[in-house]
């Protein structure tokens, strides 16, 4: 059984605490932003509801990366990282699946050492964990 901790940028292990800070601001953010829809100002209402969530949801995750994430200074060992898998996942599966799918990375990501290869990453390695690999009723 093999072990990855999260590494900062000086390749010290991160504090567990500020990774499941981030992982929990994440989630409630993507919750929040899925309960929500962005209100029509007029005229008719939107063709593609889809597409206007998966944007919405988007918004939510481009805030995640931009805003939140250099602030929590945690270096992601999965590949790629849960903000990217997230994108990943909406974009594939459409925002239900892909909310699901998000949620459950961030339960799962704790034992992912004993499931997932790793593999190098510029210096580093990280382990591989893409939305098709857990998209288990879809396995042939």
Same mark, same amino acid.
């Given at each position: 059984?093999? &072990?990855?901790?999260?590494?900062?940028?000086? $390749?010290?292990?991160? +504090?567990?605490?500020?990774? #499941?800070? =981030?992982?929990?601001? !994440?989630?409630?953010?993507?919750?929040?932003? &899925?309960?929500?829809?962005?209100?029509?100002? $007029?005229?008719?209402? +939107?063709?593609?509801?889809? #597409?206007? =969530?998966?944007?919405? !949801?988007?918004?939510?995750?481009?805030?995640?990366?931009?805003?939140?994430?250099?602030?929590?200074?945690?270096?992601?060992?999965?590949?790629?990282?849960?903000?990217?898998?997230?994108?990943?996942?909406?974009?594939?599966?459409?925002?239900?699946?892909?909310?699901?799918?998000?949620?459950?990375?961030?339960?799962?990501?704790?034992?992912?050492?004993?499931?997932?290869?790793?593999?190098?990453?510029?210096?580093?390695?990280?382990?591989?964990?893409?939305?098709?690999?857990?998209?288990?009723?879809?396995?042939?």
């Amino acid at each position: 059984m093999r &072990s990855i901790p999260a590494l900062s940028s000086s $390749g010290a292990p991160a +504090p567990l605490r500020t990774r #499941a800070s =981030a992982v929990l601001v !994440l989630s409630a953010l993507l919750a929040l932003l &899925s309960l929500f829809p962005p209100p029509v100002l $007029g005229g008719d209402p +939107p063709q593609d509801p889809p #597409a206007e =969530a998966d944007s919405f !949801l988007s918004l939510g995750i481009t805030f995640y990366q931009e805003v939140l994430a250099p602030v929590m200074a945690s270096q992601c060992y999965m590949s790629p990282s849960c903000s990217r898998y997230s994108r990943q996942a909406f974009a594939r599966y459409g925002p239900l699946l892909g909310l699901l799918l998000t949620i459950d990375r961030l339960f799962h990501e704790a034992n992912e050492d004993q499931t997932s290869p790793l593999i190098r990453e510029g210096k580093t390695f990280k382990l591989f964990d893409p939305p098709e690999a857990n998209v288990w009723w879809k396995r042939d």
